[in-house]
């Protein structure tokens, strides 16, 4: 993964770097995506990988950060020898999230995931989403000048033939890798309108290779 701040020079809305002050860039009109490009610790590594394959329970919480999200996570950290690791990981990038969003809770979901549920690329109807895949191919995405917007939807089309209206050119197709925090703008974040992150799951060719997933997102005043 290319790691310099820009990947375009002029039109770019993506940052990516190998410290997690990228987080910073979110709240700029001209950043729709920020990625901290980490590798996680090989013993969590290996560790998450036998939780995607060996299944786990999945999580699925809203709560506050602080005690409530602490005692919401109570379970996972039962879960071995990386389930303290995973709750100070997800309690460190739930503040993440929070201090972009200026949200008060979060929902936090983590799951094991054997399929392309969002197998067509898209622009999420929310404000900002965090995601990281602990084990597994991360989702992808294509940069500003890579997209054509305007072929956004199925309108029934294949998943295949709208993938291709929308980035024609795979090559310029972007992963996110293990372990690196993706935080990245939707639909309704206030003033993005026609913007936000272009994205779609991680192809999947059947069930035999799992992911563990974490999702985090802002829990709207109005829902």
């Known amino acids: 993964m290319d790691l310099s701040p820009h990947l375009a020079p002029r039109l770019t809305r993506a940052f990516l770097d190998v410290r997690p002050e990228v987080f910073r860039r ?48 109570a379970p996972l ?20 999230l929070a201090d972009a969003a200026d949200c008060g809770r979060v929902r936090v979901r983590l799951a094991v995931v ?20 602990y084990h597994g191919e991360g989702m992808e995405w294509a940069d500003e000048p890579d997209v054509n917007r305007s072929e956004l939807g199925l309108r029934g089309r294949s998943i295949g033939e709208t993938n291709a209206a929308i980035v024609p050119e795979p090559g310029q197709i972007r992963t996110v890798s293990a372990g690196a925090v993706a935080l990245f703008k939707g639909l309704l974040w206030p003033g993005n309108e026609g913007c936000g992150l272009v994205h779609r799951s991680a192809p999947s060719c059947c069930g035999e290779h799992p992911r563990l997933r974490l999702v985090i997102d802002p829990v709207e005043l109005d829902s």
């Open 26 to 73: 979110i709240r700029s009109d001209g950043c729709d995506l920020a990625v901290w490009s980490r590798d996680l610790p090989e013993w969590v590594a290996a560790a998450c990988g036998a939780l995607a394959t060996g299944g786990l329970n999945a999580l699925d919480v809203t709560a506050a950060p602080g005690p409530a999200l602490q005692a919401a996570l």
């Open 77 to 96: 950290a039962g879960v071995g020898a990386v389930g303290p690791w995973l709750c100070a990981d997800i309690e460190a990038r739930v503040r993440d």
């Open 114 to 133: 054997r399929d392309a549920a969002c197998a067509a690329f898209h622009v999420d109807t929310l404000r900002v989403r965090l995601l990281c895949t």
